[in-house]
């Protein structure tokens, strides 16, 4: 088995269509996305990031250049480094993903721009299947963080719930080309603690207005005299086969000079309302798994848990 092809920075559009189709047959199989977002979206973006392309693994398909299997290191953040990849269906079982995982390991620690000492290297797992256990197992890996994904049955919500916000502040709809930096501000002091939302550049928030999903009507931003004080972003997934479009409660996020007001209750509400306004039936939602107060938040509203992300390291 040849090592992966190593590139850096963005690929190009037929690579990346690739990895792409590489990603919706193991979802088609596994059930669950093996990519997340982002590195769908650094996929063809000039951001920090190390793609290890493996072909040829399966013998039956030897030298005709298909891609079995895929891994990307981002290398954004300084001083750590995290990874997603991806076996083909048929070319499992034969050492890749252990091939990619131990390349992607190689190059955070080789990679001393962040830190002298190389980077902390982490891997997520989509799904939290069996096989990826097995192989950060193997690669000496545990868990150091779980990220859930919660449902609820929009068609069962009560017809009037959290609906107001609290006196005094007004909601509207994000504007393109004016609410791009104060959304910014705000979501960086919401999330200052947490590794990936507490960081979007401007880079990341114009990728995601581009994408087709991307919907102002439901982009939803709270003001208080003009003030922005939190936000609610919502997303609609596409049907697909037999199933159909789900919602999603993309992004809430309330500054903390305004935490206790009930604003992030009110704005998830809105949220909720706008996805079931579209005629959806289901929405979903991730947070993380050590979150009691947002998970017993979401569960008042009538989210349960319906899968998790796992992240090794």
């Known amino acids: 088995m040849t090592s992966p092809e190593v590139r850096r920075g963005p690929l190009d559009d037929d690579t990346a269509a690739q990895v792409r189709r590489l990603a919706a047959a193991a979802e088609s199989v596994d059930g669950v996305a093996p990519l997340s977002e982002q590195p769908l979206l650094h996929l063809t973006a000039a951001a920090p990031t190390v793609h290890l392309l493996a072909r040829g693994s399966d013998g039956a398909r030897e030298g005709d250049g298909a891609l079995d299997g895929y891994a990307q290191l981002d290398l954004d953040a300084p001083g750590t480094a995290s990874a997603e990849l991806v076996v083909a269906p048929g070319a499992r079982r034969r050492g890749l993903g252990r091939l990619l995982l131990d390349g992607a390991r190689t190059h955070a620690v080789e990679d001393r721009t962040g830190d002298p000492a190389g980077r902390r290297f982490t891997v997520w797992a989509h799904g939290d299947l069996p096989p990826a256990r097995a192989l950060a197992?193997?690669?000496?890996?545990?868990?150091?963080?779980?990220?859930?994904?919660?449902?609820?049955?929009?068609?069962?919500?009560?017809?009037?719930?959290?609906?107001?916000?609290?006196?005094?502040?007004e909601i509207r709809t994000f504007e393109v080309g004016r609410d791009e930096e104060p959304w910014r501000r705000v979501n960086a002091r919401a999330f200052a603690g947490h590794p990936e939302q507490g960081r979007i550049s401007r880079?990341?928030?114009?990728?995601?207005?581009?994408?087709?999903?991307?919907?102002?009507?439901?982009?939803?931003?709270?003001?208080?005299?003009?003030?922005?004080?939190?936000?609610?972003?919502?997303?609609?997934?596409?049907?697909?086969?037999?199933?159909?479009?789900v919602g999603e409660i993309y992004v809430v996020?309330?500054?903390?000079?305004?935490?206790?007001?009930?604003?992030?209750?009110?704005?998830?509400?809105?949220?909720?309302?706008?996805?079931?306004?579209?005629?959806?039936?289901?929405?979903?939602?991730?947070?993380?798994?050590?979150?009691?107060?947002?998970?017993?938040?979401?569960?008042?509203?009538?989210?349960?848990?319906?899968?998790?992300?796992?992240?090794?390291?």
């Open 253 to 313: 996020g309330v500054d903390p000079d305004a935490q206790g007001l009930g604003l992030g209750g009110a704005l998830t509400w809105r949220g909720l309302e706008h996805l079931r306004g579209l005629g959806l039936r289901r929405a979903m939602l991730y947070t993380e798994g050590d979150n009691e107060v947002a998970i017993r938040a979401y569960s008042r509203a009538g989210f349960g848990r319906t899968g998790v992300d796992v992240q090794f390291g």
């Open 203 to 245: 880079a990341d928030l114009d990728a995601r207005i581009a994408e087709p999903w991307f919907d102002p009507a439901g982009f939803l931003l709270a003001e208080r005299d003009g003030v922005l004080l939190g936000s609610v972003w919502t997303k609609v997934h596409p049907a697909r086969g037999d199933e159909d479009a």
């Open 137 to 169: 197992s193997g690669a000496g890996l545990s868990v150091v963080r779980e990220l859930w994904r919660m449902g609820v049955d929009l068609t069962a919500l009560p017809a009037d719930g959290e609906r107001r916000p609290p006196r005094g502040i």
